[in-house]
């Protein structure tokens, strides 16, 4: 008679201690996958047996493997062939590697034995994958790669990633990394990174260009839009040696005004207050001879639809302009989620993310990213003007996701 239990551990070397702590040395293990714990966190729910009879002999198990027999369909349908292979086949050989396993479990070392059992783990998660394919079963909710791809999974899991586009991410990697017989252990960070950065879209919307410029910067209250505006522009005027001037429709805020003129003041550039669409296209056209032009907004709650419809106002002046969402890196990923969806209603150009140095992990950005398909732009890093700011790119996306640096 088989004992079948079930763990929930947070990886698999937790899982192979537990295994043989409760079962003892000769369990096997039946299956990993991916599931969420009581506290709602990721977890590997591994489920192992111990089969209570008398086993025979190592060169019994393979002179006279036991071959489970799979019930052919009712319909007279041909079990499906896997590289070649019926799935009986398949079984077949699972099976006789699972008897010598369990024969020579109690002979090796413990480190040894981790090592057979996590391959062991291996094999067969991806033998079971084969066979739910060729019977057109579902593998959602099942970790769809090999265990030595677990910890980047975590780690994905652990800096906020959606465990949808995590689980992209693991699948494209291992594809990569099997077509090219290439070991996960050597490759398998700098090919994740790779992927990684093929989901990434950036732009560059603030480099120079032959024609003028107007930007206008959304996003609800309290994530940098004044400051960012500083910095951008005076990256224009030292950088790019353009003509820049300010424009603000953030007569709400008390203080707003104040504080765009002392930014205006130091760079040396015009600002101008519009208090209402006219102003606005009168502003736009007395600065027709400047390179490029960013209009302030003032802080909107996603859920505040009068202010939400006074944005609209502006934009649907007539001004050409392009509208970037600036979002900051601490914002939760529900929020964020909700926040796009609001200001969806604008044709936004880019993503601006503030406070990346305030963030504990940019999951949620990638999420975010991944969600809209927006390109993202810049990156804030802190409140210095005009330093704290830096072009988005797809290589800084996997550093802040992977800690890339920081094992190389």
Known sequence: MA??????????????????????????????????????????????????????????????????????????????QIAGRSVNEIMAELHVITRRLEEIQGQLQPDSLNEKLEGFA???????RMVVDSTGGSRRGALPYDPDLAVYYEKLLEEG?????????????SRRLSS???????????????????????????????????HMIVGPTGVGKTTTIAKLAAQQVFEFGHRVALLTVDTFRIGAIDQLRTYAKIIN????????????????????????????????????????????KVYETGVPMDVHLIVSATTHDADLSDIADRYGVFPLT??????????NNFGNVYNLMQQTNLPVSCFTVGQHVPDDIEGATSERVADLLLNVTANT
């Open 350 to 359: 880019s993503l601006i993310v503030s406070k990346l140095d305030e963030a």
């Open 269 to 312: 550039v015009p600002i101008e207050v519009c208090m209402n669409e006219v102003d606005l296209i009168e502003n736009v056209r007395k600065h027709a001879d400047k390179d490029v032009l960013f209009i302030d907004t003032a802080g909107a709650s996603q859920k505040d639809a009068r202010m939400m419809g006074e944005l609209a």
């Open 161 to 173: 990633v959606d465990a949808a586009y995590a689980q992209e991410l693991i699948e494209q990697t």
């Open 122 to 128: 291996k094999g067969l998660t991806s033998l079971q």
């Open 3 to 80: 004992q079948v239990q079930t763990f929930v551990v947070e990886n698999v070397r937790d899982g192979i201690t537990r295994v043989k702590r409760t079962l003892g040395p000769d369990a096997v293990i039946l299956s990993i996958r991916s599931v969420k714990d009581r506290r709602g966190k990721t977890a590997l729910e591994v489920t192992a047996s111990l089969d209570e009879r008398p086993t025979p002999s190592v060169e019994a198990a393979v002179r006279e493997p036991e071959v489970p027999q799979v019930p052919r369909p009712e319909n007279g349908a041909e079990i499906k």
């Open 180 to 214: 090219k017989s290439l070991s996960v252990s050597v490759y398998g960070m700098e090919y994740l990174a790779a992927v990684l950065m093929d989901r990434v879209r950036t732009a560059t919307p603030f480099h120079p260009g032959r024609d003028q410029h107007i």
